[in-house]
């Protein structure tokens, strides 16, 4: 049965922590745009924070407040060196992000294949193909790994990504997510540029997939067009906010996340996202800017501390205020960004807060059986080439 198939009221308490109406060109003038990057990157020096040695440790040092961090690595995942029955490293095929399994179906993304190149701002992914990881990975690998992922890390959930395809995203995701969720199980989300044609989420969804995400990065269409050019010139705003809105209908609330980043527009813009993306049944994964190195935004500054606990406490309020269910799908521990359920810390002591958490806590408990269900192997008859 296809998850189309399932109440949305069961499939709403499905939520991943874990990225646009064309609109009227309102890009700002290239002295503008200069004399905001220049701005930010006079800034970007005294901000940093850094991850230093200490003897055989690691600590994060906040040079603006002269605070400092112990941090520990994780262990190596005893199979990421093993090879897969064709002879690929399994590190090369998939990662752990937490506890769950990310695999990168391609790394190589269009948009910087361009010229000039529209790559978003912030983005390495240009400077890495095939350096980490296949650039094309082969279906029974990826079966390989996430069976070895889900029997020996205890793997549940396997999250497909990938840069821009030309179009043709959900035409390569298909493959892999019909021979994962039929072969191995589990629940499966889907991480792509969005699509007009909006029936192949509805085969997708047949062929397993549990969640989609939708990296729109910027509600502000000005902070939207600067920095993620191909994103405003090949697809649109629109595309990928029309897309979200569709998916969370037909997967239930909670299920879909729209994904910002916050620190880089103006503050009021990242409340407006969160807001329309909650009101949406949407999940807000917001990610706070980091200035990665070799990016065109390496000198950008990270943000304030101050402007982030204003902008995950307001992300509580939403999902409260919208019910969206926050950190209910078990064994979901993110490593990449804030955990939703990690900005309970910052709510204001109410009752509707309390009525929240206990919804929230009757809902874990009632969605166990149906998590067990969606996750299991099964027959799947749709046909992963996707053709109208
Ligand atoms: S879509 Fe943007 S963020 Fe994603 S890989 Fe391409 S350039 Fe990077």
Known sequence: MSCAGRSARTRGIFALVCEQHRLAPQTPSIAVKRSILADRAMAGDQNRNRIERAGDDFVIVDYRQGFSYPVRLSPEVPWYTRTTSRGVQMQRIGVLQGTYLGIYISNSC?????????????CTTGLNVGVNEVELKDVDDVVEVAQTAKTESGVTFIHFNSGYQTNRDLDRAAPYVKAVKSR?????????????????????????????????????????AMICPGKEKLIGQKTFLRALEYTARKLGKGACSGEIIAGVEPLEDTLAAIDMIAGMGAFPTVCIFRPTIGSDMDRWPSPRYEDMIVVYRHLFDACRKHGIPMDVTPNIEVSLIVQPGDTRYLADSSLATTLYDMKLSLMRKVAK????????????????????
């Open 369 to 388: 059986p149906y998590f067990w269900w969606a996750s299991r192997p099964r027959r799947i008859t749709a046909s992963e080439e996707l053709r109208a």
């Open 110 to 122: 269009g948009f910087w294949y361009h010229s000039p190149a529209l790559n978003c701002k912030f």
């Open 184 to 224: 191995v199980g589990g629940l499966i989300g889907v991480q792509l540029t969005p699509s007009r044609d909006l029936w192949k989420y509805d085969r997708l969804i047949d062929l397993g997939a549990d969640h989609f995400s939708f990296c729109y990065e910027f509600q502000n269409p000005e902070f939207f």
